[in-house]
């Protein structure tokens, strides 16, 4: 099972919006919608942002979307502010044998 | 307050066992899926396996099965995980993580993770 695939890095000004992709297949991110996005701040327990593709965590900003178009889903931060900054990762259900998989990881630099 | 606390990390041999504690407390781990996911350094997030909340069912990725084992002591309400035959690419930061009430696909309380490395 490889990684959904993410670009490595992402950035964007103060108050600017960004969006973050992430592709797999059919048997993951384009089979369910089953997706989710942690944000990942070195050294700090991983955080979950949004769940099956599209629903914020109570206490999660509502800067932060998500959405899924095909195989590939998206997290969209508006109005970005310094905070932001950090590492990015999706995750999918699978019907591999792993039947969990994550993206490749995005930074998030807030220029 | 929900929390997570990863324990038992350190180094150790290649070939050799090591068996990592996970400490709930604010909930109990008979009510939830609990997940362990990796991280080797300046890699990304690898999921390693679940038990489910009921015990009944449990789950590995294809690079730990036949390895490492998941159980769990709800007397103690601690999640534990065996490591066993450990190799160098298992060098990680182990978390554990608790699934979100009502659903079964995602993590919403991890803890900050325990540093194992397997070095000669």
């Known amino acids: 099972q490889s990684a959904l695939t993410q670009p490595a890095s992402v950035s964007g000004s103060p108050g600017q919006s960004i969006t973050i992709s992430c592709t797999g297949t059919s048997s993951d991110v384009g089979g369910y919608d089953y997706v989710s996005w942690y944000q990942h701040h070195p050294g700090k327990a991983p955080k979950l942002m949004i769940y099956e593709v599209t629903n914020r965590p109570s206490g999660v900003p509502d800067r932060f979307s998500g959405s899924k178009s095909g195989n590939t889903a998206s997290l969209t931060i508006s109005g970005l502010q310094a905070e932001d900054e950090a590492d990015y990762y999706c995750?999918?259900?699978?019907?591999?044998?792993?039947?969990?998989?994550f993206g490749t990881g995005t930074k998030v630099t807030v220029l | 307050q929900v929390q997570v606390v990863e324990s038992g990390g350190g180094v150790v041999q290649p070939g050799r066992s090591l068996r990592l504690s996970c400490a709930a407390s604010g909930f109990t781990v008979s009510t939830h899926g609990m997940h362990w996911v990796r991280q080797a350094p300046g890699k990304g997030l690898e999921w390693v396996g679940i038990i489910s909340f009921d015990g009944s069912s449990i789950h590995y990725a294809d690079s730990v099965r036949g390895r490492f084992t998941i159980s769990r002591d709800t007397s103690k309400n601690t999640l534990y995980l065996q490591m066993n035959s450990l190799r160098p690419e298992d060098t990680a930061v182990y978390y554990c993580?608790?699934?979100?009430?009502?659903?079964?696909?995602?993590?919403?309380?991890w803890g900050q993770g325990t540093l194992v490395t397997v070095s000669s």
């Open positions: 995750n999918s259900y699978t019907s591999n044998n792993t039947l969990y998989v």
């Open positions: 993580a608790r699934e979100r009430p009502g659903g079964w696909s995602d993590f919403d309380h």
